[in-house]
T-cell receptor
Framework: KQEVTQIPAALSVPEGENLVLNCSFT??????LQWFRQDPGKGLTSLLL?????REQTSGRLNASLDKSSGRSTLYIAASQPGDSATYLC???????????FGQGTRLTINP | DTEVTQTPKHLVMGMTNKKSLKCEQH?????MYWYKQKAKKPPELMFV???????INESVPSRFSPECPNSSLLNLHLHALQPEDSALYLC???????????FGPGTRLTVT
């Protein structure tokens, strides 16, 4: 059974810092991995999707990497801003299952 | 346009009521999803429709009844709900199940 773990559960940093969020998964048989952000009481916003054959994806200040063999992904946020405060979720799409398996999320607070 | 819309935003219903949640997308996506999310937890998959046919039912109680009238619309019919069904209900869509999922803003459901 695929399990997805995100560490840390919560993170608080001052504005301007670069930071890394971690995601690990137990079964490497995945189609892709997706990173989302969620603001309180809102829906999920897709940030980046990495296909299983890719190593990384970049969008603006965000960079996500994928090491399928070791079951790890990282989301790097450069020059953090208070507006980056949210919960960040990673999810893997299991091969043959049509189903996203989510981690528990990292609650990020950027302090001005 | 990567928008998924959901109505209503908020819904309060009694345990004997019948109500429906609606979801719409105009991106030509052929996979649509219903998720349930409780506070401080990741979304839990309920149903998947692929090419307008129900392809996954995650053992959801029959008091939740999904419907896909056409490729743009997804409904969730609610009847005889319990207070523990109170949650944020999220709809998502993707080109097909292997591709990036886009989420709507959710319907906040309270069962009294």
């Amino acid at each position: 059974k695929q399990e997805v773990t995100q560490i840390p559960a919560a993170l608080s940093v001052p504005e301007g810092e670069n930071l890394v969020l971690n995601c690990s998964f137990t079964d490497s048989a995945i189609y892709n991995l997706q990173w989302f952000r969620q603001d309180p009481g809102k829906g999920l916003t897709s940030l980046l999707l990495i296909q299983s054959s890719q190593r990384e994806q970049t969008s603006g200040r965000l960079n996500a990497s994928l090491d399928k063999s070791s079951g790890r992904s990282t989301l790097y946020i450069a020059a953090s801003q208070p507006g980056d405060s949210a919960t960040y979720l990673c999810a893997v799409l299991i091969q043959g299952a049509q189903k996203l398996v989510f981690g528990q999320g990292t609650r990020l607070t950027i302090n001005p | 346009d990567t928008e998924v819309t959901q109505t209503p935003k908020h819904l309060v219903m009694g345990m004997t009521n019948k109500k429906s949640l609606k979801c719409e997308q105009h991106m030509g996506h052929r996979a649509m999803y219903w998720y349930k999310q409780k506070a401080k937890k990741p979304p839990e998959l309920m149903f998947v429709y692929s090419y307008e046919k129900l392809s996954i039912n995650e053992s959801v109680p029959s008091r939740f009844s999904p419907e896909c009238p056409n490729s743009s619309l997804l409904n969730l019919h609610l009847h005889a709900l319990q207070p523990e069904d109170s949650a944020l209900y999220l709809c998502a869509s993707s080109q097909d199940f292997r591709y990036e999922q886009y989420f709507g803003p959710g319907t906040r459901l309270t069962v009294t």
